[in-house]
């Protein structure tokens, strides 16, 4: 049973600094991985998105990596801002599952002070 | 740009009632799904939906539970006799083929 876990469980960094989050997952068969944002109270908006036969992806100031063989994805975020703050969840799809469903971490809140 | 959206943004209903969440998936998807965050803990899977039928749910998707695609653009979520342990986010999310999966932004459920 694949299962996601994001380290750590909250960040809180001074405005400017450079940061990564950290995501593992125990089945490596996957097909796509993908990082949201989630501010309190809302939905999900999507970040990113791995294929598995990629290592990475840059938006902007967010780039994700992706090492499948050993389970793990990164989420770098350059030059924080205060704008920045909300929590960030990674999200496998695929392993044992075929029908697309998405498994979750548990996320990593991140505070950016100015 | 295309979203999903949910309606509605927030219900509030007694225990037992039977509530129906709805969602307009983006209009060229083929994969549709429904989640639920309850407060503080992980997003969970509850149902994928393709082709007309279910194709996977989850174990807390139980016979309370049901999902509907009722015409060409809504996808709707039944609980037959809410419990206060239903009390959640519910997101509707949706997706073309097996690539990026759309969220909308979910209705807040509390059951009293």
């Known amino acids: 049973k694949q299962e996601v876990t994001q380290i750590p469980a909250a960040l809180s960094v001074p405005e400017g600094e450079n940061l990564v989050l950290n995501c593992s997952f125990t089945d490596s068969a996957i097909y796509n991985l993908q990082w949201f944002r989630q501010d309190p109270g809302k939905g999900l908006t999507s970040l990113l998105l791995i294929q598995s036969s990629q290592r990475e992806q840059t938006s902007g100031r967010l780039n994700a990596s992706l090492d499948k063989s050993s389970g793990r994805s990164t989420l770098y975020i350059a030059a924080s801002q205060p704008g920045d703050s909300a929590t960030y969840l990674c999200a496998v799809k695929g392993g044992s599952s075929n029908t697309g469903k998405l498994i979750f971490g548990q996320g990593t809140t991140l505070q950016v002070k100015p | 740009e295309p979203e999903v959206t949910q309606t509605p943004s927030h219900q509030v209903t007694q225990m037992g009632q039977e509530v129906i969440l709805r969602c307009v998936p983006i209009s060229n998807h083929l994969y549709f799904y429904w989640y639920r965050q309850i407060l503080g803990q992980k997003v969970e899977f509850l149902v994928s939906?393709?082709?007309?039928?279910?194709?996977?749910k989850s174990e807390i998707f139980d016979d309370q539970f049901s999902v509907e695609r009722p015409d060409g653009s809504n996808f709707t979520l039944k609980i037959r006799s809410t419990k206060l342990e239903d009390s959640a986010m519910y997101f509707c999310a949706s997706t073309r083929d097996y690539t990026e999966a759309f969220f909308g932004q979910g209705t807040r459920l509390t059951v009293v």
């Open positions: 939906f393709y082709n007309n039928e279910i194709s996977e």
